[in-house]
């Protein structure tokens, strides 16, 4: 317990130093929580909004690799430890959609919230080549954080227009999550509804 009391405020001094490097290691292992604030941030001027972006979309490969990994080397183990999440008939069913339609399930599992990381073991599980799981990965990847900036672009543009109405911008980062989040969800019910007819 000491050891972490006297790491903590040296941790804390170079994540302040380095704030992109806070923010890859956030997105590393937070994913899409820390991802909309930082595009927020940065469509809104306060951090580069291309940094954001190389930084977002590289965590998540990486992330996904190493799940994707996981998968290959210890398909049993993996899954049932990440599975312990969801139930079996939703995790039956994933399967059986990846079965029939893998790539198609892999990009849009990005736009799933809650199916990303058991698609990439998935993806490990059942042998899809690498080359074609990285093609399609990084396909969704740059797809759902291309759509999450043009969101925040069309919020914030909406929400500037509006400026004498709206004092406060954060405003803008409120509508923007709830938007953000509606369409995960609505598009996660359509899909959800295609993969357990």
């Known amino acids: 317990m000491q050891i972490i009391q006297d790491t903590m405020p040296t941790l804390s001094a170079v994540l302040s130093s380095y704030p992109y490097l ?5 997105l590393l292992l937070l994913g899409e929580v820390v991802l909309l604030p ?3 941030m ?3 001027g306060r951090i580069d909004l291309a940094t954001v972006v190389i930084l977002a979309v590289s965590a998540t490969l990486i992330s996904d690799c190493l799940w994707y990994a996981l998968g290959r080397l210890f398909p049993s183990a993996t899954l049932k430890r990440k599975s312990g999440h969801v139930s079996g008939e939703f995790l039956t069913g994933l399967e059986l959609a990846f079965n029939a339609r893998a790539r198609k399930v892999l990009f849009l599992s990005k736009f799933v919230y809650g199916t990303r990381t058991l698609v990439q073991i998935l ?3 059942h ?3 690498f080359r074609i799981y990285s093609l399609v990965n990084t396909a969704g990847v740059l797809a759902v954080t291309a759509s999450l900036v043009l969101v925040a672009y069309a919020v914030i ?3 500037y227009r509006l ?13 923007f999550v709830i ?8 598009l996660g019910m359509k899909v959800k509804q295609q993969w357990f007819p």
Request: glycine fraction near 12%.
């Open 127 to 129: 042998g899809m080549p």
């Open 22 to 26: 806070a923010l890859f290691i956030g």
């Open 179 to 186: 938007i953000a989040v509606a369409g995960y969800f609505l």
């Open 38 to 40: 930082a595009i927020y």
């Open 157 to 159: 543009g909406s929400t």
């Open 123 to 125: 993806a490990g599980i």
């Open 163 to 175: 400026n004498e109405i709206v004092e406060h911008m954060e405003i803008a980062f409120l509508v």
């Open 42 to 44: 940065a469509v809104t």
